[in-house]
């Protein structure tokens, strides 16, 4: 749902999106979501190009600007910008997080506690105390009708280990775990459709270390969370009760190919992290499933190095109200994951992004590889940010201070959603959000990965979004959409990417400058690299415009080499004096480690 008053292409653009799938199959195919792409389809070869720059000044309050020339030679920029647009000031940038969760692995103060295959772990966590290690052996099956949960302890100092007795020779710290390895951990099996792992109010310095997470497939077809760290409602309703420094290490959590679960691991927690694991099978027909999501826990949060497979939503966080007053999930950082799915859930679970973010702030998403994806539950952006408040009882829930960069995007029909708000609930608008260096391979041509044909898209008027050195590869209806509301303080600089038939463009408006004096008259937009034509249609100055992907001048672009070659006609020629689009092996290095092969 949109505010009242909402455009009626916007308001069915959200049907489009949250329509069950019964429902989606009675909407109007994509193109007529936002109508006015057809009737500018038809009235753009009867507008004379003076109407284009006539609207385009009178919405800016400047002079009109005049058409390039011969002389300024292809791809030349449009040499009379837009005073407003080139004077603008650029978005305030994002805070970065607060605090940051440490992995450092604890130095034992304590006992060692063995269990032996078929001992009680629950009776080993009741008689631990901070310090202690609990032993489980590699290889065996504990199976526990109840959670094992995770108590408060007052005694004793530093952490409580509960871990696999494989060596960390042989299972090495700061490498991924995988299926491979399953000889190599203790697995934990729930038998009755409880959580595997839970955390009792309170509860503090508990680290998790190469075991396996499961459910028993023959007993629990069905199942709401697989490790549950933290709660929601009267059983976590206060600061006191939140349980925090949990370390989730080297562990493999999953369910099964036909089980219907909602979330492998819940994150409403203080002070957590996941790192080097293995989270898959997380999926549901019916309802919204991720790998991790939290809505109840105000961080720090630490993703790191995990392969993370879910079917709705692989991550998210908001998407219900917290009960904890004030809290919103804070200080985040999702760095060097595979956020995925398998490209055979296609028609089989409910699927709509890779990564949404309803209320967070301080986030910083760095390193990963984000791909499958495709139109079903949503209409396939690959990653959604937004402020939400899902019920009416979190007014303070927002998505803020959010950088996405340094990553890549690759078989998904679309990139990144920003919208200010999600529904007429009183929230805290999406605000300062700045994507950059991120290499987008978007495929809504393949039928697997079909879906919306926009790359990118900023609705409903968020304030002080910076999107920077992005290099876009597609062949889209329309490469940036800004629509439903007034953006403040927008900036599209520096990128590399293919207009398509609308380019920028909004509803009711013709696309370009017009459309930015409309939806974002304040925006800076400027050192482009902009693949296609304009036509007849103005574009603010700076900018420049290769007819084809061939001529922006690539290292290799057969081979995907993105990085702008040395002859390239627009090396330098971003406006920080460095190439256009994203720094490529920056990218590359940062995203070295995220796809591990099997």
């Not at 070869?45 to 058409?67: I, M, Q």
């Not at 084809?548 to 406006?575: C, E, H, K, M, Q």
């Amino acid at each position: 749902p949109l505010p009242p008053g909402a455009p009626a292409s916007a308001r069915r653009a959200a049907a489009a999106r949250d329509a069950p799938p019964a429902a989606r199959a009675r909407l109007p195919p994509k193109t007529a979501m936002f109508p006015s792409d057809r009737a500018r389809a038809r009235v753009r070869p009867l507008v004379a190009r003076a109407l284009s720059l006539l609207l385009a000044a009178a919405a800016t309050g400047c002079d009109a600007p005049t058409l390039p020339t011969a002389a300024d030679g292809p791809g030349a920029p449009s040499p009379t910008p837009s005073a407003q647009l080139a004077a603008a000031a650029l978005p305030t940038a994002p805070a970065p997080p607060r605090a940051i969760v440490g992995t450092a692995y604890p130095t034992q103060t304590g006992r060692t506690l063995r269990v032996p295959a078929g001992g009680s772990i629950q009776a080993a966590v009741d008689s631990a105390r901070l310090g202690d290690v609990i032993v489980l052996q590699a290889g065996a099956t504990y199976p526990s009708r109840s959670e094992i949960m995770l108590r408060r302890k007052s005694t004793g100092t530093g952490w409580i280990v509960i871990r696999t007795s494989t060596p960390d020779s042989l299972l090495p710290a700061g490498v991924r775990v995988q299926p491979k390895h399953a000889s190599r951990l203790a697995r934990i099996v729930n038998t009755y459709g409880n959580p595997v792992i839970r955390t009792s109010k309170g509860a503090h310095h508990y680290r998790l270390v190469g075991l396996e997470l499961t459910i028993d497939s023959a007993r629990v077809p069905e199942i709401g969370t697989m490790v549950a760290l933290g709660g929601a409602g009267a059983d976590q309703d206060t600061t006191s009760e939140i349980p925090s420094h949990i370390v989730l290490d080297r562990v493999w959590v999953h369910a099964w190919a036909t089980t219907q679960l909602r979330r492998c691991i819940s994150l409403n927690s203080a002070w957590t992290a996941i790192i080097d694991s293995y989270v898959s099978e997380c999926h549901n027909s019916g309802y919204d499933s991720q790998a991790i999501g939290g809505f109840n826990g105000p961080g720090p949060f630490r993703i790191s190095n995990n392969y993370l497979e879910g079917a709705a939503e692989v991550v998210m966080f908001g998407g219900a109200d917290a009960d904890v007053d004030g809290v919103v999930p804070s200080d985040i950082e999702i760095r060097g994951n595979h956020v995925t799915r398998p490209v055979s859930w296609k028609g089989k679970w409910l699927v709509k992004n890779l990564l949404e973010l309803k209320s967070a702030q301080r986030v910083v998403i760095e390193g990963n590889v984000f791909e499958n994806n495709w139109r079903h539950g949503q209409v396939g952006f690959a990653m959604l940010l937004k402020s939400t408040n899902q019920s009416g009882g979190c007014p303070q829930c927002g998505t803020r201070d959010v950088v996405v960069r340094n990553n890549r995007f690759r078989r998904t029909p679309a990139g990144i959603s920003v919208s200010a708000r999600d529904g007429s609930n009183t929230v805290v608008p999406a605000a300062r959000i700045r994507i950059a260096h991120n290499v987008f391979e978007l495929d809504d041509a393949d039928p697997t990965f079909a879906g919306t044909d926009r790359s990118l898209q900023v609705v409903n008027g968020p304030s002080d979004v910076h999107i920077t050195h992005n290099t876009i590869i597609d062949v889209p209806g329309t490469m940036l959409l800004l629509d439903a509301g007034t953006a403040t303080r927008f900036a599209f600089t520096d990128n590399v990417g293919v207009l398509g038939t609308y380019g920028i463009d909004g509803s009711n408006v013709l696309g370009g400058s017009a459309t930015l004096a409309r939806y974002a008259p304040e925006a800076t937009v400027r050192g482009n690299v902009l693949v296609g034509s304009i036509g007849s249609l103005a574009y603010p100055a700076g900018n420049f415009f290769p007819a084809t992907l061939d001529a922006v001048g690539f290292v290799d672009l057969a081979r995907r080499g993105f990085a702008l070659a040395s002859t390239s006609p627009y090396r330098l020629r971003a406006t920080d004096g460095t190439d256009p689009g994203a720094a490529v092996a920056q990218v590359d290095a940062a995203v070295r480690t995220a796809v591990v092969a099997p």
